[in-house]
């Protein structure tokens, strides 16, 4: 990392940034022993939190569990860049194939629903977590992207984005908005929000504490078993370091972390993302960047950055860095790599170039989950009493309210607009067994940042490396 400029105090890890602005959260107590409930949510990141406070919103009566291995938010809720965005994971036209175009373009319109019901949540349940709605700006900074982003707008209007969805902005507006050093093109969406993500999730978790939900923190989950083959007493069982928790339902909601779990080795790979963010800029070079809006922003490249101006007024910036472990491994404490946190700099200062003196703070990384064919999926059998919601890929801090309140309805057995949408009951095949499973994703991502110096260098339309990425990874 020579040559980048660090804060006296620069931190590499030690979970992220947002909890080191607003501390760690006291411990709750572990599980005290076996024990039964109506419903089971093993994870305390977004997806089990919103679940429990749907539920036991709807059914006071209910008696919910949360089991985590670590504490509410500790995994990619707490990590992430704080986009409280409506893009959905996965292919517009492999969700179709469920259940028809329209089916699609509904679950588009829940998603940009979800960015307010979010909002509305916080702001009613007293959640402070620098909640700002201000959109999203992707932006092109070479022909190849340029092509590529006003090609995904007009695809887009074929799938029900009207003007005040996306647009194009004209050169004058985008720089007007947010400086962005060789910027050719920019859309804009109005469906986001900048958010402190361990607020988020802090306060969700003493919420839904104080509706009455046991959140069991300390407490590792090794497997999940069905009512029928292994369920104790015909109920669903979480099986813990600490006793066994059955349950009507057992709600898996772990995205990153499923891989832990007995027999779900292959269902999700997790996918790694890095992030830094720099100590406040000041005024004088603020006035060469602008951003006075707060937007969130995005480029297009395929190896992409995503960042936001923070609420105290700090750059927050990330990407891929290594993109995954052998065996789908995953790190405990958020330490990412110094070729990552130089690689973040780079992107950083070239989208920013008077950013070029302001410190580097904080480095840290997480895991998102990743389906075989890249598309988020909810799904509950009341047969086996088992249920899921994940495979975000990286868009999960709106994606978990719909899957929490599309989970609620599934489990009171309720038949509404939630549980017609196309992502509810997906099957997926699982990833290759290793080593196929790194040697391809190693090769995904060599292929991305190829097709990305071949863009910068030269190109005019995407690379086919970029071609070929997508033809192995299958999105």
Same mark, same amino acid.
């Given at each position: !990392?020579? +040559? ?11 979970? $992220? ?67 409280? $965005? ?47 709605? %201000? &959109? ?52 804009y969406s109005p469906h986001c929000a900048r958010i402190q993500p361990a607020k988020l999730a802090v306060g969700l978790a ?53 891989? $832990?779990?007995? @027999? ?6 997790? !996918? ?18 602008? /951003? ?25 910036? &990330? ?46 990384? +997480? ?16 047969? %086996? ?5 994940? @495979? ?30 196309? /992502? ?6 699982? /990833? ?5 499973? /790194? ?37």
């Amino acid at each position: !990392m020579k +040559g980048i400029p660090l804060t006296r105090d620069f931190a590499n890890g030690d979970v $992220s940034f947002w909890y080191r602005q607003i501390g760690l959260p006291a411990r709750r107590p572990a599980l005290p022993g076996s024990r039964d409930y109506d419903v089971a949510i093993v994870g305390g990141g977004y997806t089990g939190l919103w679940t429990a406070y749907y539920l036991k919103r709807a059914e006071p009566g209910l008696r919910i569990a949360i089991l985590e291995k670590e504490f509410a938010g500790f995994g990619a809720s707490g990590r992430n860049g704080g986009w409280l $965005s409506a893009e959905f994971a996965g292919s517009r036209k492999r969700h179709a194939e469920a259940r028809g175009r329209q089916a699609m373009i509904e679950l588009q319109r829940a998603m940009f629903a979800s960015v307010d019901e979010i909002i509305d949540v916080a702001r009613t349940e007293g959640i402070d977590a620098d909640v700002h709605k %201000s &959109g999203l700006i992707h932006v092109a900074t070479n022909p190849a992207q340029r092509r590529r982003l006003r090609a995904e707008v007009a695809d887009l209007r074929t799938w029900g984005y009207g003007e005040g969805d996306i647009r194009l902005l004209e050169h004058a507006e985008q720089r007007e908005r947010v400086q962005v050093a060789g910027a050719l093109e920019a859309a804009y969406s109005p469906h986001c929000a900048r958010i402190q993500p361990a607020k988020l999730a802090v306060g969700l978790a003493a919420t839904v504490d104080r509706l009455g939900v046991d959140i069991y923190e300390d407490t590792t989950v090794t497997e999940i078993l069905p009512r029928q083959g292994g369920g104790s007493g015909g109920r669903a069982a979480a099986v813990t370091t600490r006793g066994t928790v059955t349950a009507d339902y057992v709600i898996r909601a772990t995205e990153g972390f499923t891989a $832990s779990l007995t @027999g779900q080795h292959r269902q999700w790979l997790p !996918m790694n993302s890095s992030m830094i963010v720099t100590e406040p800029l000041p005024p004088d070079v603020w006035k060469h960047i602008g /951003w006075q809006g707060g937007e969130l922003l995005e480029d297009e490249a395929h190896a992409y950055i995503y960042a936001q101006r923070t609420a105290d007024d700090r750059i927050a910036i &990330g990407g891929r860095g290594v993109p995954y472990r052998f065996g789908s491994r995953t790190d405990r404490r958020g330490a990412t790599q110094a070729q990552t946190v130089a690689l973040l700099w780079r992107m950083l200062v070239k989208l920013f170039p008077a950013a070029v003196d302001v410190p580097v703070a904080h480095a840290w990384c +997480g895991v998102l989950g990743v389906p075989r064919d890249w598309c988020s999926t909810v799904h509950l059998d009341h047969a %086996s009493g088992l249920g899921w919601a994940g @495979g975000y890929v990286g868009s999960g801090v709106t994606t978990t309210n719909l899957a929490g309140r599309t989970l609620r309805d599934l489990v009171l057995r309720r038949d509404t607009p939630l549980t017609g949408l196309p /992502w509810v009951g997906r099957q997926v095949r699982q /990833w290759e067994p290793e080593p196929l499973r /790194w040697v391809g994703v190693q090769l995904i991502y060599a292929l991305f940042r190829a097709a990305d110096r071949h863009e910068n260098e030269r190109g005019t339309r995407t690379s086919a490396y970029a071609h070929l990425a997508n033809l192995i990874s299958g999105r």
